[in-house]
C-alpha cells in the first residue's frame, strides 16, 4: 500500500494533539519544550505533506525548503525563532 498524504495528515494531527496535551497537562519545562517541538514537527509534517502531492503551493519546492528552514532556525537560536518561520 502506498503511503498517501491522508497517512501524512493522520501522523501529524497525532503529534499535534500529544504536544498539546504535553503542553497543556505538564508543569515541567523540560517537557512542555519537548511539546512544544512536536507541535512545530506537526507543522513541517504538513508542509512537506501537502508538497508532495503541490496541493497548496504553485513551486514544487517551496515547503521542504521552508521547513528545513525552520529546523535549522530552531537549532541555531532555540525554541523562540518558531514564530520567525510562520508557526
Known amino acids: 500500500h502506498p503511503i498517501t498524504t491522508a497517512h501524512y495528515l493522520v501522523?501529524?494531527?497525532?503529534?499535534l494533539l500529544v504536544g498539546t496535551i504535553g503542553?497543556?497537562?505538564r508543569r515541567n519545562i523540560v517537557i512542555i519544550l519537548m511539546s512544544i517541538e512536536?507541535?512545530?514537527?506537526a507543522a513541517n509534517i504538513n508542509l512537506v505533506a501537502f508538497n508532495r502531492h503541490n496541493f497548496l503551493w504553485r513551486r514544487r519546492n517551496r515547503s521542504p525548503?521552508?521547513?528545513?528552514?525552520?529546523i535549522a532556525a530552531r537549532r541555531r537560536h532555540g525554541e523562540r525563532s518558531g514564530a520567525l518561520c510562520g508557526l
Open 11 to 15: 501522523l501529524s494531527t497525532a503529534l
Open 65 to 70: 525548503a521552508l521547513s528545513f528552514d525552520c
Open 38 to 41: 512536536l507541535i512545530l514537527n
Open 23 to 25: 503542553v497543556l497537562a
